[in-house]
């Protein structure tokens, strides 16, 4: 599945502009326990397919659905939940929050005196994108790496293993931006389809950008929800360590 091609039909269906504002579609707003709580506005449509997407039913894989929403509208939402939860930090999720960058940027600069966290799949950071979140300073960006080596990520994601390397790039470019790592930016990584060797194949990959990188790896398994387990099924995955709702190891093989 070629990112490029889903990036497009994203904002066919995805995104508008409307008088020169730049609207998304969002399935909901929550509050949520991840990161200690936050408030977090789910957006549709993502440029990858990967095979255990815990979104991929309402969001994510979607195109359609949810409600049009100016960046002012969703800061507005967000704030709601956070004012009420007592949180300081906020985040948009469900798909990839970088499809339409004026959007995002927008939303962020709502949120001075939060910490907005970007959750990224890195592939549409470029130089200037990387510019712009580093003169955020109460942006933090999650760069979600789909597996430790391109052949893992082909396999997840089902996309040309060029596609791997774009997320290590998109890491590269916001320290060279002036994020810091480990603080301002750090990398996330599935690897519940990983073994030990290529999980340290990954740490040096991050180590030769900037050794702290490889020293904050945000792991991820699969969470073992009953659509996520169908989703891979359909999709013949099968992990090597996954957890269940709750958190506890599941399984390993």
Known sequence: MDPQRLLQLVEKYAVKVESGVVYRRYKRFRADRWYGGIATADVVGCNLRCGMCWAWRNTSFVLSGGEWLAPAEVAERLRGIAERKGFRQVRVSGGEPLIAPVHLLQVIDSFAKYTFIVETNGLLIDKALAKELAARPHAVVRVSIKGAT??????????????????????????????????????????????????????????????????????????LYPHVVKLMSARGLKPTKAVTPSGVPAFMI
Not at 158 to 186: H, I, N, T, W
């Open 150 to 223: 391109a052949e893992e990520f082909v396999k997840i994601t089902m996309s040309p293993p060029q596609y791997f390397y774009k997320q290590l790039e998109a890491l590269r470019l916001l320290v060279e931006a002036g994020m810091e790592p480990c603080r301002d930016v750090y990398p996330a990584a599935m690897l519940g389809f990983s073994t030990a060797e290529t999980a340290r194949e990954l740490e040096k990959a991050l180590a030769e950008i900037d050794p702290r990188l490889a020293e904050c790896i945000d792991v991820e398994y699969v969470i």
